[in-house]
């Protein structure tokens, strides 16, 4: 069966870089159909997509927060990475990794990490 976990600081100062890493378990982030996807929910908010990485290393985001979001992999430790430059306290929310086969839209048959929580303060 597919897990995926969450990892990486709980705190961030502002205008630094937050980093978080999805470890993924059971199954390859090289396998397709799927996509390997972030999003975040700030407090009192819905769910926000913020990219995704094909099977085949494409990336895509969110226009938004383009300029600012990275996301890269390391198929060796089939883990992939969110980075997201000059956070602001805005950028504090819970962050999920997921994967379905859908490059934006969540799905029933989604699976997703357990979330982690990220506060931008100084």
């Known amino acids: 069966q597919v897990q995926l976990q969450e990892s990486g600081p709980g705190l961030v100062k502002p205008s630094q870089t937050l980093s978080l890493t999805c470890t993924v378990s059971?199954?390859?982030?090289?396998?397709?159909?799927?996509?390997w996807k972030w999003f975040r929910q700030p407090p009192g908010e819905g769910q926000e997509w913020m990219g995704a990485?094909?099977?085949?290393?494409?990336?895509y985001y969110s226009p938004s927060p383009k300029s600012r979001t990275s996301i890269s992999r390391n198929t060796s430790k089939n883990q992939f990475t969110l980075q997201l430059t000059s956070v602001t306290p805005e950028g504090t929310a819970v962050y999920y990794c997921a994967r379905n086969t859908q490059v934006l839209t969540s799905s029933n048959s989604a699976i997703w990490g357990q979330g982690t929580q990220v506060t931008v303060s100084s």
């Open positions: 059971g199954g390859s982030i090289t396998t397709n159909p799927y996509y």
């Open positions: 990485i094909s099977a085949s290393g494409n990336t």
